[in-house]
Structure formats: C-alpha cells, structure tokens
C-alpha cells in the first residue's frame, strides 16, 4: 500500500517551460488536492477534485490547470512556467466526510 | 487574515519539556487536522479530530468547539520531535482544509 505518490521529487525548469506533476493515490479516496508551500505562507491550496472527472479552483489557481480522467490520479499542468511557481507542491488524498488527509512527500518546483 | 491561527510560531524547549502548541480559527468546522513535517521532509498525519481529546503515545490533542480553539501537547518532548507542526481546519463543506501557518519546534538535548 504506497498512500499518496507523487513525481518527480525535484525538477528545474527553465522560464517558460512547461512540466506535468503526477499524483497518485491506492486508497480509493474521492477527494484529491494540490498545495503549494511556500516560507512564511504556509499550505495554498491551488486546485482540488471531489471526484473523477470534476475539479475546482482553489486560493491560487493562476498559471495551473489540472485533470482527474481517473480516481487515482490528479495531474498539476504547467503550461509557461514561471519563477513565481518556484515552490515545494504537495499532494493530498482523503475520503469523504471527516477522514484525515494523507499527503504525498512533496515536489520541489525551482523556476530559473 | 488567515482563518487558521496557531502560536507560538517558534518554540525552543529542552529535552524532557512539556510542549504546547496552539491553533485558533474563525471559522465553523466539522474537525481539525494536526500534521508534522519534518525539515526537507514531508507531511504527517497526527490526528484527526472533531470533540474531546485524542492521545497517540506521548501526544495528546485537545479541542474546544465553542472556543473554536484547539491545542497540541507533547510530554517528554524529544529531540526527535523537532519538527514543524501544523493545524488544519476541515471546513462546514466538509472537503477544504484551511491550513495554519506552522509552529516550528525544536527540542535541544
């Protein structure tokens, strides 16, 4: 049972670039989300999904698209990277209702 | 202003210490998260609760609805408890969770 899996762990884009981060999940959970963390800011959520083939904005969704074809997979879009996207994304899977939230080990984004 | 408030923001204890850590929101919840995140590393799930109190080895949290208050304890605290922590409230909706900014420990042999 791996939880939440999340690739890659590091990449460094050149501005403009454009990357797809993956997230995985095995628990059949219905709720899937996209964090970014940044010094001083705490957890942004960027998008979300409450379920297959339906996702949401979240407080940061500029410069990031995302899709659920599958239940357990929730793909972050960078389309024309920037150095403001520079950040560590984080992962989160949960069931409905007030399950706890399992996190995957982060992807460190760096924007030269 | 964030809807989620935790304090201190740092905190230095000395191994053996009885720590606490506090998280205050505004807004209604169905439950609170606690989470640790190691340095470089990534996001634990500690407890998850939504009345009363839960303890897990040497870690006891605690939650006051009315007061919208909740509060992390630590007995015996342990160098390897250096860590940030982290609370999260689950909202009404039941599917976003609203993050304090994290509490960063750190326990001195």
């Known amino acids: 049972n791996a939880g939440v899996t999340q690739t890659p762990k590091f990449r460094v884009l050149k501005t403009g670039q454009s990357m797809t981060l993956l997230c995985a999940q095995d628990?059949?959970?219905?709720?899937m989300y996209w964090y970014r963390q940044d010094p001083g800011m705490g957890l942004r959520l960027i998008h979300y999904s409450v379920g297959e083939g339906t996702t949401a904005k979240g407080e940061v969704p500029d410069g990031y698209n995302v899709s659920r074809l599958k239940k357990q997979n929730f793909l972050l879009g960078l389309e024309s990277a920037a150095p403001s996207q520079t950040s560590v994304y984080f992962c989160a899977s949960r069931q409905q209702g007030g399950a706890e939230a399992f996190f995957g080990q982060g992807t460190r984004l760096t924007v030269v | 202003k964030n809807e989620v408030e935790q304090s201190p923001q740092n905190l230095t204890a000395q191994e053996g210490e009885f720590i606490t850590i506090n998280c205050s929101y505004s807004v209604g919840i169905s439950a609170l998260h606690w989470l640790q995140q190691h340095p470089g590393g990534g996001i634990v799930s500690l407890f998850m609760l939504s009345s009363g109190k839960k303890k897990h080895g040497r870690l006891i949290a605690t939650i006051n609805i009315q007061e919208k208050h909740s509060s992390l304890h630590i007995t015996a605290s342990h160098p390897r408890d250096s860590a940030v922590y982290i609370c999260?409230?689950?909202?009404?909706?039941?599917?976003?969770?609203?993050f304090g900014k994290g509490t960063l420990l750190t326990v001195n042999p």
């Open positions: 628990m059949n959970h219905e709720y």
């Open positions: 999260a409230a689950l909202g009404g909706s039941n599917y976003k969770l609203t």
